[in-house]
């Protein structure tokens, strides 16, 4: 079936930086987008890639600190996460859809999760 895996996530200080990878290769949607939940928190959408033609979009939240990329030849998209802040601690999901947005609901295919955790 098809499926993705999330790895990079771990324990980091504030200011530090982490690089989440989502292995995409079984999955044939266009749309990969980046979400996290934190306890007793909401899923939250964070950044979506478009694989078919590379356009990006962030939740203004965390615009200028994460970075979403891809490399094809591996099916695999990253999030680049720099600056790192205490409140970023949440478990981290790749999930992919046929439409790139921020609703949750539009992506059909979720990974397992990463935890991030940020803390001194």
């Known amino acids: 079936g098809q499926q993705l895996m999330e790895t990079g996530g771990g324990s980091v200080q504030p200011g530090g930086s982490l690089r989440l990878s989502c292995a995409a290769s079984t999955v044939s949607s266009n749309c990969v987008g980046w979400f996290r939940q934190a306890p007793d928190n909401e899923r939250e959408w964070l950044s979506t890639?478009?694989?078919?033609?590379?356009?990006?979009w962030y939740d203004a939240s965390i615009r200028g600190r994460f970075t979403i990329s891809q490399d094809n030849a591996k099916n695999t998209v990253y999030l680049q996460m720099n600056n790192l802040k205490p409140e970023d601690s949440a478990m981290y999901y790749c999930?992919?859809?046929?439409?790139?947005?921020?609703?949750?609901?539009?992506?059909?295919?979720w990974g397992q999760g990463t935890q991030v955790t940020v803390s001194s």
């Open positions: 999930a992919a859809g046929p439409k790139c947005n921020n609703r949750i609901g539009g992506y059909v295919h």
């Open positions: 890639i478009s694989r078919s033609g590379g356009s990006t």
